[in-house]
Each structure stands twice: as C-alpha cells, then as structure tokens.
C-alpha cells in the first residue's frame, strides 16, 4: 500500500484549517446579525418609527459587507472535500453528503434568494412582507448551520451509519439517528448562539464608537441596548450549552475530553483540580507548572463528584486489543477484496468493530502493508500505533482554555454592558466604551479556537475511530498543494484588508439617507417571464 | 429492474438536470459578468447592467453549491475523485467563485472609478473562467481521465493532468459553454434594461446564440473521431464499489455517437440543444427577449442530455483502466441515501421553485439607468442599503 505523502496530508490538513477558519469569521456574525436585523426590523414594523428603519439598514450593510466574504469562503469549503479529501469523499459521502445537500436544498437557496430582496426589495415589498424577507434570510442561514454541523456531527460521532463490505464505506442507514446525534444537535446550538454573542459585540462596539464620539447617538444607544439584551441571553446559552457538549463528548469522545483537559492518569476524585495553567508535553506525555482549581474538574466533566475520569494512558494501554483486532479486519477485508472468500469475510465480520484502528495501524507496519504483519513483528506494530490514538494535547488544552476563559469575560463584559446601559449612564463610562470597540475581534477569536478544540482534538481520525486522516487525504504532489495554499494564503489576505477597509468606512462614516432601489415601480406580471416587449422604464 | 438500479437512474436524470441548471441559471448572470465591460462603457452603465442581476445572482448560484451538495451525496466516488483529479483547474475555479460575491457586493461600497474598474473585470474573470472550466470539463469527460483505484478506494492518477487538459476539443466544449452564457447573459440583460443597454446586449446575444450553434454541430462531427468509451459488460444493480469486477469496458473510435447511431430517435436531444440556440437568437433579433430567455432551457437540457446520452453509462471513464470507469452503476450513493435525498429533493424544490419566481416576480420590470457623479449609482452596497 502506497501511502499518501505525509508532507501532502499536513499540507492538505493546513489548508483546511486555513480555509475553514478564515470560513468561519464571517459565519457567525452572518447567524448573529441576520437575527439582529429582523428584531429591529420588527420594531420598526410594529412602530412604524423611521429610526428603525435607519437602524435596520445601518446594520444591514455591515451585514452585507460580511456576508459576501461568507459565501464566498463557504463555496471552497464545500467543494474542499472533493478537490483534496478523495478517500474521505468516497468513504463517507453517502453520510456527509446527504446533509451538505440538504443544507442547499433547504436552507441556503432561502438565504440567499431571500438576501436579494431583503437588500433590494425595500420599495417593492410591503413592510409586512419585507419583514417577512427579513426573517427568513434569518432562518435560512441558521438552518444552513444546523446542517453543516450536522455533516460535522457525523465526522465526530458516526451515528446511523455502518460500514459495507461490498462498497468499503460508511453508508446511511437511519437518518433519524443522523440528525438527531446527540453531538450534532448540542453542536449546532453551542455554534450558532456563539455566532450571536459575536453579532452583539460587533454592534455593541461600533455603537460604542459613536457613543465616544458623540455621533448618532439615538442609533448608537438603541442598538448598544438591544444588542446587549441579545449578548446576555446568548453568552448564558453559549456557556450552559458548552457544558452540556462537553458531557456529550465525556461519553462519545473521551480522549479528546481528556486533551481539553490535560488529563493523562485517571483521576482521584473529588479533589481533582481544573487547571487554571498547565504546559502539557505530548513526548513525555505528562503537564509541567500545573496550577488549577481543586474539587472543580470532577462536577465540571462528569456532572457527579465521584465518577473517575479515566485518563490519556489508560486508553493508549485499551488500544492494544482494538489495534491488534483492527489489523485482523483490515487484513481480511484486503485479502476478501481480492478473493472473495467466505473465509476471509467470516474472518472480517469477527473483527470489524474495529476497523479504524486497523487503518490507523497501517502507517507503522513494514511497508505499510498489512499483509506483512506476522506473530513475530505485530507486537511491535501494536506498540507503535498506540501513542497515534491521542490528539495534540498541547493545542486541545491551550485551545479550550482560550475559548472558555473568553467565554467568562464575555459573560462578565454583557453584565455590565447591561448594567450601564439600564442605568442609562453609558456615556459615563469611557473606559468601558473603549474596551467595547477593542472586544470586537474576541468572539471571533473564542468562536475559531471552539474549533481548534473541535477538530484537533478529533485527530488521528477524519471520521471518528472509522478513518484515520492521513488516508483520507488526495493523493496530490507538494507543487500542487503549494500552488492551491500560495493562491488561497494571497487572497485571502488580500480579502481580509479589504474587508476590514470596508468595515472600518462604513463604521466611521455611519447611517447616510441613500437612495433605494433602481428597480421601476410599477410592471405588470408579464415581464417576470418578459412576455412584455415593450421598451423604456415603466 | 431493481428499485437501486430505477433510484440509480432517476439520479443520474437528476445529475443532468442540476448541471443544465447550473448552465441556466449560474450560466446568464456569468454571461453577464463576461459582457459587463463590453457593453457598459461608463461606470453608470455598468451599474445598471449590474443592478439587473444584483438581487438574484446569489439564489441562482445556489445551484451550483446544489449541484456540489448533491454530486458529493448522490455519487461520492464520482465526486471525490472527479474534483482531485481535475485539482487544478477546479482550485482556479474555486479561486474565481470565490471573487464572485465581493465584485457584487463590494463593487459600490466605494465611491472611485478605479476600485470600481477592478472589481467590474473580477467579474468579468469569474464570469468567463468558471463558464470555459465547465465546459472544459465536460469535454475532458468525455475523451476520460488517466486514474485507478487501489484496494481502499484512493484514486491513483496516471499521469499529469496539466498535459492534457487544455487539448482542442476540451477548449471547443469551454468555447460552447461560454457562448451560451453569453447567450443567456444578453438574454436577461436585454429584458431587464433599456436603451442603450438593451441594444448592445441585443448585438453581442444573437450571433453568441449562433457560434455556440455552429461550434455545438462541429462537436458533434469531431466526436465521431476521438476515442469514446464502451460498456461490453455492465452489472446495473452491482454495489457501488468501481473496484468490483462488474462492469468492463474498451475504447474505440466513435464510441460518444454509437447510442444515437442504436437509437435514431436520440438525435433528438442534440436537435432540441441547437434549436434552443437559435430560437433564443431569433427572439432576441425580434425583440423578444423573456421568450428567447426560457429557449435557454431548451438549450441546456438539450447540451447536456446530448454529453449524457453520448457517454450513458459513464460518468467518468478512465483510459487507464477502462474497468474501474465510474459509471452511474458504479459510483453513486447508497440505495437508502438515494431514497432519503430524493424524498428530501421532492419536498424541498416545488418550494424553492415558488419562492424563486416569487422573488422574480416582486423584482419585475426594468432597471432604472443609474445615474450618479461617476457612476455610482447612489453609493452603497445596494439598493436599500
């Protein structure tokens, strides 16, 4: 077996991590204003008081600005899997696919049918009828998370599929079980009510611009106001939420639960600390200068005080038998491929639970085959594959940490948000107004490293305990991955000074009365089929 | 007939039908793209042609995520190996798409000619590129790709693409392609503005219409002397695994044109393509520009049944390895997935369907010329904002 380039695959693995996350600064404040938009929206409708309307169209372009970067990125992340993650496509596509297809069947062709008309259908639509708009491009776009987290959920939790012989991939089998995995659905929420503390301190921040500033105050403080509404529930959302992923992940994914946590030896509960700082050495597979809470990790992990987690070594020790096991499957299931004998299926079935680990195993025989392994050289191979199982700790540790210590400094930043903008004395406060406008960036930062924690902590696997990554990876040359992450890095880069030159405009220039749409009033219904010949603007 | 080898052909029809509308729909706001700086010679000129496709460009490039979404589920193999294979082409469409949204959506955030200028010929790379890649594709296709399976399903390519992609008949089904978009282009362009505009879109549409005409007949005559594939032994309800001994298959001269020679009746299909070309050409020579629009259809189902009908049953063939060509036999999804994305595809397009039209519909009528000091337009991202 000819192994992919490991050199292509960290190339492949770096380019997804590049695009992915570059994705994802955009997404969550796409989730987060498009909400954002269609509650003023419906203020104004309810009202009917123009500075709504201002408010609306105000947030609306920065809406805009970022919502052309999401769609933009998004299509290379689709088509991503295809152009450098063939065996990964062809092994799990039938699963993976499915909801990716959904996604644009349900709810990316609402957003973005509906975006058009939310941006040009202002003198076109009746109020009731653009809110409507509004609200759906609001929906679309959260519908299109859920079903992209959905796709992710699987790869972290392969619920409703199993592996065929005949066809040597993971297939569907219940899509019930699909949807509704327990990772998939706690996912969604996590990340999308994360988007909306992201939205919120954008707008809290560029309101506090113009608070400073003294400019456009009756837009800057209504919107600082329901912004911070909309913060505080989502931030209480976001944390209570994570928590609960958390305990998901305890039961389905517990090695990456031990990497957020630096836990290498099971624990001794109920004094077990939860570590403030730790310099976690994956060589020695051991934590220097631990400094941590103690009697907080035990409730925190397990919700209990006295169930022991078990620890990064103990599992590497567990492995043995599932590689050992995993070897036998793949080694049938090649030898079956070629002779389709009763024997050898026989031989895989009694294995195939632990299929993935086989894979996992092929790295370390001698010459990547597996046929090659005998009585005599398994032991080593076995030993050699175990360290493989767990992820990067130091990175799943140092990940999680930034994301959840951000994560309280937003629930402290919304408290008193919200308590200055009660007692209406923002404008007393200068200092916490500029350590709005600075907190911009932060969600973002929190949102990319949730996933950082998310996908290093999944490694070795593309597909959990099914598909090791360094198989599921395009067999390309370095020169084409060098030309496709020179091409991405370049733009991108490019893109990201554009936008934030935008951004930046838009927000100092701030709310100017405009024109609206260059679209005539007043057609018949002929000329959406353009059956009306007739020239000249109506 | 069993129901996987029936659910086997309703999608690869689907497959079809998603790729006519990616050439339909993504194809005229393309085509505009491509004709902006040719037929807007002032920025204000530019501005109205844009604002034609401004509120509707992003609903119908959703087809072609669809068409992503749906190839990557209904025929994962297909997928995974077809996007790897072509890597760098389909990474310097991806670069394009991605400039797509931002000439849109950035092109009147700021008010200088020169930015404008930038992002007006990004819409033009992004129109034209993405058009000839596609049509390029189909024609590499149809004379197959240099690849092999190894025993875990990992593709093995054969030799270097980059030595083969751009040969004359790959360049000819990229020249058809993008004569079409520009056929569609004008099309739109044509019912949504007006003079000059109108008139202008109207000179660069009809004889667009006719060279693809021309070009599309002269494929027709080339295929007859390039190598095709063909299926000597086929397995419809065979697993999908290409590694499975259940198809075989050889290439011979004229292979793409032995189902029409079978079946005269196919050479329908080609001749619904062409006459879709020409009825769009002679609408649009008498002013009816939403009649020769809807021609389109014709045009696209006609273009891609005729490579689908040429090639059935492959999707990919490999000239390497002819056996383990990726047919729709072969390569598609499970029998349960099949299932479950059609329910889902049934349900879901009548609606989407109604809300495009709706959308259509509300956005009626022509544009207003934009005016501005130097054009642009009134200065903001769009129309309401």
Same mark, same amino acid.
Not at chain 2, 21 to 41: A, Y
Not at chain 2, 188 to 216: E, N, S
């Given at each position: 077996?000819?192994?992919?380039?490991?050199?292509?695959?960290?190339? *492949?693995?770096?380019?997804?991590?590049?695009?992915?996350?570059?994705?994802?600064m955009?997404?969550?404040?796409?989730?987060?204003?498009?909400?954002?938009?269609? !509650?003023?929206? +419906?203020?104004?409708?309810?009202t009917?008081?123009?500075?709504?309307?201002?408010?609306?169209?105000?947030?609306?372009?920065?809406?805009?600005?970022?919502?052309?970067?999401?769609?933009? @990125? =998004?299509? +290379?992340?689709?088509?991503?899997?295809? +152009?450098?993650?063939?065996?990964?496509?062809?092994?799990?596509?039938?699963?993976?696919?499915?909801?990716?297809?959904?996604?644009g069947?349900?709810?990316?062709?609402?957003?973005a %049918?509906?975006?058009?008309?939310?941006?040009?259908?202002?003198?076109?639509?009746?109020? =009731?009828?653009?809110?409507?708009?509004?609200?759906?491009?609001?929906?679309?776009s959260?519908?299109?998370?859920?079903?992209?987290?959905?796709?992710?959920?699987?790869?972290?939790?392969?619920? =409703?599929?199993?592996f065929?012989?005949?066809?040597?991939?993971?297939?569907?089998?219940d899509?019930?079980?699909?949807?509704?995995?327990?990772?998939?659905?706690?996912?969604?929420?996590? %990340?999308?009510?994360?988007?909306?503390?992201?939205?919120?301190?954008?707008?809290?921040?560029?309101?506090?611009?113009?608070?400073?500033?003294?400019?456009?105050?009756?837009?800057?403080?209504?919107?600082?106001?329901?912004? %911070?509404?909309?913060?505080?529930?989502?931030?209480?959302?976001?944390? +209570?939420?994570?928590?609960?992923?958390?305990?998901?992940?305890?039961?389905?994914?517990?090695?990456k639960?031990?990497?957020?946590?630096?836990?290498?030896?099971?624990?001794?509960?109920?004094?077990?600390?939860?570590?403030?700082f730790?310099?976690?050495?994956?060589?020695e597979?051991?934590?220097y200068?631990?400094?941590?809470?103690?009697?907080?990790? @035990?409730?925190?992990?397990?919700?209990?005080?006295?169930?022991?987690?078990?620890?990064?070594k103990?599992?590497?020790?567990?492995?043995?038998?599932?590689?050992?096991?995993?070897?036998?499957?793949v080694?049938?299931?090649?030898?079956?491929?070629?002779?389709? *004998?009763?024997?050898?299926?026989?031989?895989?079935?009694?294995?195939?639970?632990?299929?993935?680990?086989?894979?996992?195993?092929?790295?370390?025989?001698?010459?990547?085959?597996?046929? !090659?392994?005998?009585?005599?050289?398994?032991?080593?191979?076995?030993?050699? @594959?175990?360290?493989?199982?767990?992820?990067?700790?130091?990175?799943?540790?140092?990940?999680?940490?930034?994301?959840?210590?951000?994560?309280?400094?937003?629930l402290?930043?919304?408290?008193?948000?919200?308590?200055?903008?009660?007692?209406?004395?923002?404008?007393?406060?200068?200092?916490?107004l500029?350590?709005?406008?600075?907190?911009?960036?932060?969600?973002i930062?929190?949102?990319l490293?949730?996933?950082?924690?998310?996908?290093?902590?999944r490694?070795?696997? *593309?597909?959990?305990?099914?598909?090791?990554?360094?198989?599921?990876?395009?067999?390309?040359?370095?020169?084409?991955?060098?030309?496709?992450?020179?091409?991405?890095?370049?733009?991108?880069?490019?893109?990201?000074?554009?936008?934030?030159?935008?951004m930046?405009r838009? !927000?100092?220039?701030?709310?100017?009365?405009?024109?609206l749409?260059?679209?005539?009033?007043?057609?018949?219904?002929?000329?959406?089929?353009?059956?009306?010949?007739?020239? =000249?603007?109506? | 007939?069993?129901?996987?080898?029936?659910?086997?052909l309703?999608?690869?029809?689907?497959?079809?039908?998603?790729?006519?509308?990616?050439?339909?729909?993504?194809?005229?706001?393309?085509?505009v793209?491509?004709?902006?700086?040719?037929?807007?010679?002032?920025?204000?000129?530019?501005?109205?042609?844009?604002?034609?496709?401004?509120?509707?460009?992003?609903?119908?490039q959703?087809?072609?995520?669809?068409?992503?979404?749906?190839?990557?589920?209904? $025929?994962?193999?297909?997928?995974?190996?077809s996007?790897?294979?072509?890597y760098?082409v389909?990474?310097?469409?991806? $670069?394009?798409?991605?400039l797509?949204?931002l000439?849109?959506?950035?092109?009147?955030?700021?008010?200088?000619?020169?930015?404008?200028?930038?992002?007006?010929?990004?819409?033009?790379?992004?129109g034209f590129?993405?058009? $000839?890649?596609?049509?390029?594709?189909? #024609?590499?296709?149809?004379?197959?790709?240099?690849?092999h399976f190894?025993?875990?399903?990992?593709?093995?390519?054969?030799?270097?693409?980059?030595?083969?992609l751009?040969?004359?008949?790959?360049?000819?089904?990229?020249?058809?392609?993008?004569?079409?978009?520009?056929?569609?282009?004008?099309?739109?362009?044509?019912?949504?503005?007006?003079?000059?505009?109108?008139?202008?879109a109207?000179?660069?549409?009809v004889?667009? #219409?006719l060279?693809?005409?021309?070009?599309?007949?002269?494929?027709?005559?080339?295929v007859g002397?390039?190598?095709?594939?063909?299926?000597?032994?086929?397995?419809?309800?065979?697993?999908?695994?290409?590694?499975l001994?259940?198809?075989?298959?050889?290439?011979?001269?004229?292979?793409?044109?032995?189902?029409?020679?079978?079946?005269?009746?196919?050479?329908?299909?080609p001749?619904?393509?062409?006459?879709?070309?020409?009825?769009?050409?002679?609408?649009?020579?008498?002013?009816?520009?939403?009649? #020769?629009?809807?021609?389109?259809?014709?045009?696209?189902?006609?273009?891609?049944?005729?490579?689908?009908?040429?090639?059935?049953?492959?999707?990919?063939?490999? $000239?390497?390895?002819?056996?383990?060509?990726?047919?729709?036999?072969?390569?598609? #999804?499970?029998?349960?997935?099949?299932?479950?994305?059609?329910?889902?595809?049934?349900?879901?397009?009548?609606v989407?369907?109604?809300?495009?039209?709706?959308?259509?519909?509300?956005?009626?009528?022509?544009?207003?010329?934009?005016?501005?000091?130097?054009?642009s337009?009134?200065?903001?991202?769009?129309?309401?904002?």
């Amino acid at each position: 077996m000819d192994l992919i380039n490991p050199q292509v695959v960290d190339l *492949s693995r770096f380019q997804f991590a590049l695009t992915a996350l570059y994705h994802f600064m955009f997404v969550p404040l796409t989730l987060g204003l498009t909400f954002f938009l269609a !509650a003023i929206e +419906t203020v104004y409708v309810i009202t009917g008081r123009r500075i709504y309307k201002e408010i609306t169209q105000f947030w609306g372009t920065i809406f805009g600005i970022n919502f052309a970067l999401g769609v933009a @990125t =998004g299509i +290379t992340m689709e088509f991503e899997f295809g +152009t450098n993650w063939s065996l990964y496509s062809h092994f799990f596509g039938d699963m993976f696919g499915t909801p990716l297809a959904i996604e644009g069947l349900l709810a990316f062709f609402m957003e973005a %049918t509906f975006v058009g008309l939310m941006f040009f259908g202002w003198d076109r639509l009746s109020k =009731g009828a653009h809110l409507a708009v509004t609200w759906l491009v609001a929906l679309g776009s959260n519908l299109s998370a859920l079903w992209i987290l959905i796709a992710n959920g699987a790869m972290q939790d392969p619920q =409703g599929g199993a592996f065929d012989v005949a066809t040597m991939r993971l297939q569907l089998q219940d899509a019930v079980a699909l949807i509704f995995s327990e990772d998939a659905q706690a996912k969604f929420v996590h %990340t999308s009510v994360a988007g909306y503390v992201a939205a919120s301190m954008l707008v809290i921040g560029i309101s506090a611009f113009y608070i400073l500033r003294r400019r456009h105050l009756e837009l800057a403080l209504r919107s600082f106001r329901m912004a %911070t509404l909309f913060g505080i529930l989502s931030i209480v959302c976001v944390i +209570t939420l994570g928590d609960a992923l958390g305990e998901i992940d305890f039961h389905r994914q517990p090695v990456k639960v031990d990497a957020m946590e630096g836990i290498w030896t099971t624990t001794h509960p109920p004094q077990e600390p939860w570590l403030l700082f730790a310099w976690p050495d994956d060589a020695e597979q051991r934590n220097y200068l631990e400094i941590g809470i103690p009697y907080v990790l @035990t409730p925190l992990v397990t919700h209990s005080f006295n169930t022991p987690i078990t620890g990064m070594k103990e599992y590497e020790e567990a492995a043995a038998p599932r590689i050992r096991n995993g070897i036998n499957a793949v080694a049938a299931l090649q030898r079956y491929t070629q002779t389709q *004998s009763p024997e050898d299926l026989r031989l895989f079935k009694d294995h195939a639970n632990d299929l993935g680990y086989g894979f996992l195993a092929i790295k370390n025989a001698p010459e990547q085959n597996l046929q !090659a392994i005998n009585d005599t050289n398994i032991d080593a191979v076995v030993k050699a @594959t175990q360290p493989d199982i767990l992820p990067n700790v130091w990175v799943t540790f140092w990940a999680f940490r930034i994301m959840v210590g951000l994560g309280f400094y937003f629930l402290l930043f919304f408290a008193f948000a919200a308590l200055f903008s009660l007692k209406r004395d923002l404008m007393k406060h200068p200092l916490f107004l500029k350590l709005c406008v600075y907190s911009i960036p932060t969600p973002i930062i929190a949102i990319l490293f949730g996933w950082i924690v998310a996908e290093a902590g999944r490694q070795p696997w *593309s597909v959990w305990e099914n598909l090791p990554t360094f198989l599921a990876a395009s067999n390309h040359s370095v020169a084409y991955m060098a030309f496709s992450l020179t091409g991405f890095a370049l733009m991108y880069t490019a893109f990201f000074i554009v936008e934030l030159y935008l951004m930046f405009r838009v !927000a100092r220039t701030g709310p100017v009365a405009e024109n609206l749409a260059g679209h005539g009033n007043n057609a018949s219904p002929l000329d959406v089929f353009g059956l009306s010949a007739k020239q =000249g603007v109506r | 007939m069993t129901t996987y080898v029936i659910l086997k052909l309703i999608w690869w029809v689907l497959l079809g039908v998603l790729m006519a509308s990616i050439g339909l729909m993504v194809g005229m706001d393309m085509g505009v793209g491509i004709l902006l700086n040719f037929i807007g010679r002032t920025g204000d000129e530019r501005g109205t042609i844009l604002r034609a496709i401004d509120p509707h460009w992003e609903g119908n490039q959703t087809w072609f995520i669809l068409g992503g979404g749906a190839v990557f589920a209904a $025929f994962p193999t297909l997928y995974g190996t077809s996007f790897s294979v072509f890597y760098v082409v389909m990474i310097l469409l991806l $670069f394009s798409m991605i400039l797509r949204p931002l000439g849109f959506g950035y092109r009147d955030q700021v008010n200088s000619a020169r930015w404008r200028t930038i992002w007006d010929w990004t819409l033009f790379i992004s129109g034209f590129l993405p058009m $000839f890649v596609f049509g390029a594709a189909f #024609g590499n296709v149809m004379e197959g790709v240099g690849y092999h399976f190894t025993w875990t399903g990992q593709y093995v390519q054969d030799e270097c693409f980059l030595s083969y992609l751009l040969n004359p008949f790959a360049i000819l089904c990229g020249l058809i392609s993008v004569a079409l978009a520009i056929q569609g282009g004008a099309a739109i362009l044509m019912v949504d503005t007006v003079d000059p505009i109108y008139a202008r879109a109207r000179k660069f549409g009809v004889p667009a #219409g006719l060279i693809a005409a021309v070009l599309f007949v002269l494929g027709g005559f080339w295929v007859g002397h390039i190598k095709g594939f063909v299926a000597t032994k086929v397995t419809p309800d065979m697993p999908a695994n290409p590694l499975l001994h259940g198809q075989e298959a050889v290439m011979r001269m004229g292979a793409l044109l032995e189902h029409f020679h079978a079946n005269p009746i196919l050479w329908a299909i080609p001749a619904v393509g062409i006459l879709g070309m020409v009825l769009t050409s002679l609408f649009m020579m008498a002013n009816k520009p939403g009649l #020769g629009w809807w021609c389109g259809v014709l045009t696209w189902f006609g273009v891609i049944g005729t490579v689908g009908t040429a090639m059935f049953p492959f999707l990919m063939p490999s $000239f390497t390895n002819p056996n383990q060509s990726l047919t729709l036999w072969n390569a598609t #999804g499970s029998e349960y997935g099949l299932i479950g994305m059609l329910i889902a595809a049934a349900i879901t397009l009548p609606v989407v369907f109604a809300y495009t039209g709706w959308s259509f519909w509300v956005m009626r009528g022509k544009v207003q010329p934009v005016t501005g000091e130097d054009g642009s337009g009134n200065g903001s991202l769009s129309g309401g904002y």
